[in-house]
């Protein structure tokens, strides 16, 4: 475990000019911070001008895309393929978003290969894993888990593991509802993926591997989250839009952690 990870997922938000002014305001306000690493990760269609305004003003903010597909190029209309945002200076994308899974109907299998293709273009992947409200009720939490994690890490090797992966555990039934998991459910959890790591990796590796927490995160619950052993960060997505509450979720993960 290393440096923490704050990644905001902007979704389907935020025009060019939009997402360039919000990268605009938040470099000034995170100046000077030390001790995380923030990500900002806008929709397509900013992200080469949400590069461009990082480089020049120095930001040491990172940029993400929120998705790719996994072939280099082909007739595959409307995907982005790995080289594409790597070229335009990502640096991280998220994949297996629980969105990705319930609206496009994305499997492990699909996550793994995006995985492999991200690493193989030295892009960092932050793999979401979590469980649906009825399976969660169901107590099939793990089952649910276990079976995201090592589906969508299929055939990585501990080299690969440790030197570029993020998990991010996001259960589906806290993700804009205003439902949080506890910090010491959230813990559980991420515990229950670090061993899941180990046994897929080893040690060294899984304690490597930063796993985030995503799901409601604000302001208020960021410094007792992030004052779990096994939580490394947060993937956020309605509270990193407005750059305050950004702002304030990047200042208290440095106090928890």
């Known amino acids: 475990m290393g440096t923490p990870i704050i990644a905001g997922n902007w979704k389907m938000f935020k025009t060019v000019g939009e997402a360039v002014n919000f990268v605009s305001e938040l470099a000034v306000r995170?100046?000077?911070?030390?001790?995380?690493?923030?990500?900002?990760?806008?929709?397509?269609?900013?992200?080469?001008?949400?590069?461009?305004?990082?480089?020049?003003?120095?930001?040491g903010i990172a940029l993400g895309a929120q998705n790719m597909y996994w072939e280099d190029e082909g007739a595959y209309t409307g995907e982005v393929a790995p080289g594409m945002l790597k070229?335009?200076?990502?640096?991280?994308?998220?994949?297996?978003h629980s969105e990705r899974r319930q609206y496009f109907g994305e499997?492990?299998?699909?996550?793994?290969?995006?995985?492999?293709?991200?690493?193989?273009?030295?892009?960092?992947?932050?793999?979401?894993?979590?469980?649906?409200?009825?399976?969660?009720?169901?107590?099939?939490?793990?089952?649910?888990?276990?079976?995201?994690?090592?589906?969508?890490?299929?055939?990585l090797t501990a080299r690969q593991a440790a030197?570029?992966?993020?998990?991010?555990?996001?259960?589906v039934w806290a993700i804009g509802t205003g439902r949080t998991a506890s910090a010491?459910?959230?813990?559980?959890?991420?515990?229950?993926?670090?061993?899941?790591?180990?046994?897929?990796?080893g040690e060294a590796a899984a304690q490597a591997v930063r796993i985030q927490y995503g799901g409601s995160v604000k302001p208020g619950n960021t410094a007792e989250l992030m004052a779990q052993p096994d939580i490394d960060g947060a993937l956020v997505g309605g509270a990193s839009l407005e750059v305050d509450s950004f702002t304030d979720i990047i200042k208290n993960a440095v106090v928890g952690y």
């Open 30 to 59: 995170v100046a000077g911070i030390k001790g995380v690493e923030m990500v900002v990760c806008p929709p397509f269609t900013a992200l080469a001008a949400v590069a461009g305004q990082l480089r020049d003003q120095g930001a």
């Open 87 to 96: 070229e335009i200076g990502c640096r991280y994308v998220i994949l297996g």
């Open 184 to 201: 010491a459910d959230a813990q559980q959890v991420n515990k229950f993926i670090r061993g899941l790591l180990r046994n897929l990796f």
């Open 163 to 171: 030197a570029g992966l993020v998990v991010a555990y996001e259960p």
């Open 107 to 155: 499997t492990d299998a699909v996550v793994n290969k995006k995985v492999h293709a991200a690493l193989a273009h030295e892009l960092i992947p932050i793999v979401c894993v979590g469980e649906r409200l009825e399976e969660r009720e169901s107590g099939n939490t793990e089952e649910v888990v276990r079976r995201q994690v090592e589906g969508s890490l299929a055939e």
